[in-house]
T-cell receptor, first 114, second 114 residues
Framework: AQSVTQPDIHITVSEGASLELRCNYSYGATPYLFWYVQSPGQGLQLLLK??????LVQGIKGFEAEFKRSQSSFNLRKPSVHWSDAAEYFCAVGALGTGNQFYFGTGTSLTVIP | KAGVTQTPRYLIKTRGQQVTLSCSPI?????VSWYQQTPGQGLQFLFEYFSETQRNKGNFPGRFSGRQFSNSRSEMNVSTLELGDSALYLC?????????????FGPGTRLTVL
């Protein structure tokens, strides 16, 4: 069965520091992978996605993620965090088949210290 | 282009009541998915509708149901409310479904069951 694990429930970083959020997935084939961000009181916004090809994908707001098949991981990174990056981050895998069937991780809450 | 809208934004109900939530997708989008978001559980997939037909369903009891209209607007109904149904209900639309399509999320409806 498909599943997504985000092992870090909460992360605190200082503004300007680098960031890496972990995501591991379980899926029988090449997955479609996504990272979303949710600010308080808002819906989810897509940061980036991976379907195939180059395993390093660039997204909005300076985020990037690397797909590593051997580790079943899709970690999100940012070289220098801004205070506005404080939010909840969700990793998701899209199941191939008919229609939308996405599996989300439980999220990682990011706090940014000035 | 207007985003995904959900009404109402907030609801307070008591146990045993029923509730209907509404979602208007982005114009031209034919697929609408519903998710339940609770702390610690992340986003749980409820169901997906495409062209007025339920195409995928998550692992929720039959008290949770939905429908989609010819204009792609969707409603979700929860009958015989339980305390555990308190959650943020998110609606997401995409062009035609499929794991490769980006989902656009609405701001959600916050349901509180007393």
């Amino acid at each position: 069965a498909q599943s997504v694990t985000q092992p870090d429930i909460h992360i605190t970083v200082s503004e300007g520091a680098s960031l890496e959020l972990r995501c591991n997935y379980s899926y029988g084939a090449t997955p479609y992978l996504f990272w979303y961000v949710q600010s308080p009181g808002q819906g989810l916004q897509l940061l980036l996605k991976y379907f195939s090809g180059d395993t390093l994908v660039q997204g909005i707001k300076g985020f990037e993620a690397e797909f590593k098949r051997s580790q079943s991981s899709f970690n999100l990174r940012k070289p220098s965090v801004h205070w506005s990056d404080a939010a909840e981050y969700f990793c998701a895998v899209g199941a191939l088949g008919t229609g939308n069937q996405f599996y989300f991780g439980t999220g990682t809450s990011l706090t940014v210290i000035p | 282009k207007a985003g995904v809208t959900q009404t109402p934004r907030y609801l307070i109900k008591t146990r045993g009541q029923q509730v209907t939530l509404s979602c208007s997708p982005i114009s031209g989008h034919r697929s609408v998915s519903w998710y339940q978001q609770t702390p610690g559980q992340g986003l749980q997939f409820l169901f997906e509708y495409f062209s007025e037909t339920q195409r995928n369903k998550g692992n929720f009891p039959g008290r949770f149901s939905g429908r989609q209209f010819s204009n792609s607007r969707s409603e979700m109904n929860v009958s015989t409310l339980e305390l555990g149904d308190s959650a943020l209900y998110l609606c997401a639309s995409s062009l035609d479904g499929g794991a490769h399509n980006e989902q656009f999320f609405g701001p959600g409806t916050r349901l509180t069951v007393l």
